[in-house]
């Protein structure tokens, strides 16, 4: 089945700054790729999503890129704020396997005023 | 976006009894409903796909005896634990996918339930 892999774990970054979280996935069938933020006891809100068929996707100050070759793929943040402070989950999802979603194992993201 | 709720947000219930948790889509049907597990400081784990009308699909590792699913209608998927031990404690989060033109991959979140067993 499907593996995701994530990293960091943690990552820490000075207001303004970008931040990058990569993701690395098994299967090459996987087509559907969401990144969620999770805040502390919370649910996971869905930040961004890219699908196989598109190398780069971006909303405002977020954008997520894939690389289906290489399997992996990415989320940016530009212009951090103390809000983006969270934990960041990625997520792949295999056709055929009633679109459940495969989590990373998360990145938690500290945004220093 | 869609919304999701779950009920309850906490509970806390004695070691060997059952616990029902509910998880709602409210504005939307969803024929796909998911189950997840949360430790401390730990990603989300798929237990189990829920589907409207058939029996759910448990993931490896998954006691289906003890953890109960219930996908009776559209917008409401229930998840029963059963006999209850303190290892269960965790926070419990469905989600719903939505629906959509072709292949919808799309899912919303309910806000998770704790469970505390003592």
């Known amino acids: 089945g499907e593996n995701v892999e994530q990293h960091p774990s943690t990552l820490s970054v000075q207001e303004g700054d970008s931040a990058v979280i990569k993701c690395t996935y098994s299967?090459?069938?996987?087509?559907?790729f969401p990144w969620y933020k999770q805040e502390l006891g919370k649910r996971p809100q869905l930040i961004i999503d890219i699908r196989s068929n598109v190398g780069e996707k971006k909303d405002q100050r977020i954008a997520v890129t894939l690389n289906k070759t290489a399997k992996h793929f990415s989320l940016h943040i530009t212009e951090t704020q103390p809000e983006d402070s969270a934990v960041y989950f990625c997520a792949a999802s295999t056709p055929g396997s009633s679109y459940k979603l495969i989590f990373g194992s998360g990145t938690r993201l500290l945004v220093r005023p | 976006g869609a919304v999701v709720s779950q009920h309850p947000s906490r509970v806390i219930c004695k070691s060997g009894t059952s616990v029902k948790i509910e998880c709602r889509s409210l504005d939307f049907q969803a024929t796909t409903m998911f189950w997840y597990r949360q430790f401390p400081k730990q990603s989300l784990m798929l237990m189990a796909t829920?589907?409207?009308?058939?029996?759910?699909?448990?993931e490896q590792g998954v006691e289906k005896d003890k953890f109960l699913i219930n996908h009776a209608s559209l917008t409401l998927s229930t998840l029963t634990v059963t006999s209850a031990h303190p290892e269960d404690s965790s926070f419990y989060i469905c989600?719903?996918?939505?629906?959509?033109?072709?292949?919808?991959?799309?899912?919303?979140f309910g806000p998770g339930t704790r469970l505390t067993v003592l």
């Open positions: 299967d090459s069938a996987s087509n559907y």
């Open positions: 829920s589907n409207e009308g058939s029996k759910a699909t448990y």
């Open positions: 989600s719903a996918r939505e629906p959509g033109q072709g292949s919808t991959d799309t899912q919303y």
